[in-house]
């Protein structure tokens, strides 16, 4: 099954949904404007459709192995990684000084969801090098920087996070992993950590760990835990490598999925290490990049969706059984039955909802940071802050329940895995789980991010609803807008009412009872919002007679579908954002019949 | 992970909501009470528990072989098949003439829950053999009967169904294998038929195939199909096995699950093979099958689902991760945490209305051909072709649900294959598909089962719900009653929209536009009644002091969770019912990006 980039829907979405021509005039990008954002889409989408999405199903069937204490990545991906670091791939949005190009982040997002759709497993490998060199970025000493960033933006190393433990997984707090000083300035690492992505590979010379764990006599849990860097090969002061460290991997796991991404068992027995940023200040240095790599993986939920409804439009249109009923044809393809064309069209409205939610996420980020004035940089981050866990965790959603639909599209054949749609279904379902459990992310966002300066940046997003919603009328009569109305208002009633429970420290279990229903709820509603703004410019293009008519007239429709579809869910999120905890709590062992 | 058969729940739901006792008074089933009930659910339940869950996962990992033109099945299922006919399970609800029990059909899918809990890839051959030997006995010659139906009942030997060809998959009309008269009342097949589950194997000396194929000049499409019946090995006349027939697998599938169950290509030629039923008249002959498989399908999704469940519950329990919000506990069980805690209640609630779904449509198909007088039969007849969609449908897609949340709550655990939670999800992800996709279910609902009889079905079913409704009132006060009030309404808005659509035919796109979301809103309604049938025979036992206190109350606690978690979803479905044939067919292939 071929990939296609959808550089066209990609490009929209950043300029007629998420508003990315908004950086240009920041300053911060000074190669930035329209016209290298879609040459970077179209190289990237290139590269992708070319190297990386022929590796994929031979990297499912492989995998990456693990033998003799070390990993081998599966047959090709060494080879695809070189081109990908020589293209200028990993180097895209770090700074200038350190080799990068200081494009934004919302480009960047763009072109590594092709990647994703492509080749998830590929991806993930370039995807925590960007989180260690963010790490670096921010907490890294001079020295640390000079040695090791622009190895890794050249992607001449790879870079790897190395945060779970057994014993702690969402409550990293629990983490028990030592560093001892080495009286050099130095500490010696040691302990046992799992599911560490790509922590060994031979598809580069040297991987840089970025490793957290515990100083003797620092405080129990989170607060004493702290931010070590320790390369895999000693880095001599010329530049070349010297001894190997004292880490390595002692198996990689076997998976349901992303079998050519190294799922690594890491021992550290007395690994030289140094300390990033403060000690003790492992976990908030971690926070900083957490938004980024919750983003990155709301991404990949789009692009493996992208790969899946490609793969089932392409069987729709190729398979034939039964009669049209639209236009009489005997044995017409599948997708002239109106329940295929409906999972098709609840598919792509899907996936540019979350697609535009993760671009609109990466175009908060770049304007957090380099908005003209503080209050706008403030505004921004609080946007961007609100909308993380959301494009993580909808987004992801949308990848398993895209991917499940593809299935279904085939038939039986969708359940046989030389289809290929089977395998999108078993990587998909990675997504809502790890950095941070879709659950995890709903109670960051009822938790954290929805009282925020008091609930300022969930209000501004209602407030700017509303003015979208005036426009629509200018679209549609009647149920579309009313759709979109009772949307908003089911937002703002869940949203005071979570403030009000919030204020009350004893219905504590109440907001921790309604976090996943309202999460979806905004998700959905914020999701409706996207494709109402894209309907909003395909408008607007129509009428001036710009881009392909049938395409824009597309962007309606979706809408339309999606309007259907998904946003009459907002009642139902309603009844459960209000369920309370007294309820669940009721549910027990014997209730639950355990 | 031990499996636990549920009786309790299977017992109370087949009384307290599905009203097995009815069935009692028929006089049809003879040996049939509460105790016997009972008995058959402990033994059965047991055998699951002790025989074939220990063989769900290594029959995983091994998977059924093909080679040398013949299947071998997985590790240890071979000597457990043969315990299971020893048991007299294949032969429950048989006649007496044939060597069968004569139990329920609704007991008997009881005890096939456990079955595919336990190793769904296991019960798929029984399940399949139950479906040969229903078509035997409704179609059969005498000299068919006598041949082959002890053997089936008694699991001597097991029948496999031969529908399915590359081409011809939903649309069975476009079937093209033959059947040749041999000149002595014979035939021989020839074609390739694929997808045949359990088509061969070495559990078993005799393979009994039911085969459609077409006569010499008969008609083309759906009314040129006959049924035959095809013996692996020649039976002769004092019974032995003699000649093995001219058909063979030439392969298996590799699938996504179900990988102990051998999915068959199969060769047919010029295998000698007799007639079952009339000539052409093979596709009706199988539809009278249709509801029982159909049924069948969707008790192993309730099955793989209360798998899944007891899977994630016992992690919860076990799992220490944070701060319990309810007893401040620190590292307490994930259990705890009120986000796990509705996962496991919603999965519960889900599982529990999808059963009695199921069980109920086992009743009614009961009472269909028992019941004392005509009217009672027809009504019966009524609620068996309404229900058995919803069961299929509805009940499949809890499984892949649950099966989904159950990974969810393994966190990074449920994705690593070892720990099982994501082989139920492979698994159940079948189900939706076969016997008729959930599409095809939907199609069924509204394109047949909705409208007969002037839509008699559903109104008995609305107005069943509504003294429900009254009665609810006397358990909960406000949300809880008012939510099942706005769904019983919702589903009679829908029904009437959905009679007045089809009684125009120029609306024929809308009516299968509204599909999906007719079938999953009667679903979750239907549902929602189960739960609340439940939670008031719940109330009775507990106010006549029968039973344990804190699981009847768990009963009334389900039904609130189920209120506040699906039954809101009733608005979405309207949506969608309405959102009409035009709005899908402006989904171009140029507006869907192909």
Not at 322 to 335: C, H, K, L, V, Y
Not at 386 to 399: C, E, M, Q, R, Y
Not at 424 to 433: E, G, K, Q, S, V
């Amino acid at each position: 099954m071929p990939y296609r980039a959808p550089v066209r829907d990609l490009a929209f979405s950043l300029t007629a949904v998420a508003g990315v021509e908004q950086l240009e005039a920041t300053g911060a990008f000074p190669d930035f404007d329209l016209d290298l954002m879609n040459a970077v889409l179209e190289a990237g989408g290139s590269f992708s459709e070319e190297v990386l999405a022929p590796l994929n199903r031979p990297g499912d069937l492989a995998g990456a192995k693990y033998a003799n204490g070390a990993v081998t990545a599966a047959p090709g991906f060494a080879d695809a990684y070189q081109q990908f670091a020589a293209g200028g791939w990993t180097g895209l949005t770090a700074s200038i000084e350190a080799g990068g190009q200081a494009l934004p982040k919302a480009l960047e997002l763009a072109a590594y969801e092709t990647v994703h759709s492509a080749n998830m497993a590929f991806g993930l490998c370039p995807m925590l090098s960007l989180a260690a060199i963010e790490a670096l970025e921010a907490h890294g000493t001079e020295e640390q920087k000079t040695v090791y960033l622009p190895k890794l933006v050249s992607g001449e190393w790879t870079g790897a996070m190395v945060l779970t433990e057994p014993g702690a997984g969402s409550d990293l707090g629990a983490l028990t992993a030592t560093a001892t000083p080495n009286g050099d300035g130095t500490y010696a690492l040691n302990g046992q950590k799992i599911f560490i992505t790509w922590g060994d590979h031979d598809a580069t010379p040297n991987i840089v760990h970025m490793v957290l764990a515990r100083l003797p006599d620092a405080p129990p849990g989170p607060k004493g835990i702290s931010l070590f860097l320790a390369s895999k090969f000693e880095v001599k002061a010329d530049g070349s490598l010297g001894d190997r460290n004292d880490f390595r991997p002692v198996g990689v796991e076997h998976k349901l999925g992303i079998h050519a991404s190294p799922t690594c068992v890491m021992s550290y027995e007395g690994a030289r290490a140094t300390l990033v940023g403060q000690p003790n200040q492992g976990l908030s240095h971690m926070f900083v990049m957490m938004n980024a790599a919750r983003l990155a993986v709301g991404v990949e939920g789009v692009g493996i969706a992208e790969m899946a409804y490609q793969h089932a439009l392409a069987y729709a249109l190729e398979r034939r059984q039964g009669r049209s009923i639209w236009t009489g044809e005997a044995n017409a393809p599948i997708f002239d039955h109106p329940d295929v064309r409906r999972m098709l069209s609840v598919m792509k409205a899907k996936i540019e909802a979350a697609r535009a939610i993760c671009f609109s996420t990466g175009v908060a980020a770049d304007l957090a940071k380099h908005a003209a004035s503080e209050d706008d940089r403030k505004a921004w981050k609080g946007r961007e802050d609100l909308f993380t866990p959301i494009a993580k965790a909808w987004s992801t959603d949308v990848g398993c329940d895209v991917a499940s639909m593809g299935v279904q599209i085939h038939g039986g054949m969708g359940f046989i895995e030389e289809t290929g749609a089977a395998q999108y279904y078993r990587d998909a379902r990675i997504t809502p789980i790890y950095e941070g459990t879709n659950g995890i992310q709903a109670m960051d966002l009822v938790g954290r991010k929805l009282s925020m300066d008091g609930g300022e940046a969930a209000k501004a997003v209602i407030a700017e609803m509303k003015v979208t919603l005036t426009a629509l009328g200018k679209l549609y009569a009647g149920k579309p807008v009313e759709r979109f109305k009772t949307a908003i208002e089911a937002v703002e009633d869940a949203t005071l009412w979570l403030l009000d429970a919030k204020a009350d420290a004893a219905r504590a279990a109440d907001v921790l009872a309604a976090a996943d229903a309202y999460l979806k709820l905004l998700g959905d509603v914020v999701g409706g919002w996207m494709l109402a703004k894209g309907a909003l410019a395909a408008k607007t293009k129509l009428e001036a007679g710009e881009g392909d008519p049938a395409w824009l007239e597309g962007k309606l429709g979706l809408y339309e579908v999606y309007a259907a579809n998904v946003l009459g869910h907002v009642s139902s999120r309603l009844a459960a954002v209000g369920q309370g905890g007294d309820l669940l709590k009721k549910m027990s062992r014997e209730a639950l019949g355990a």
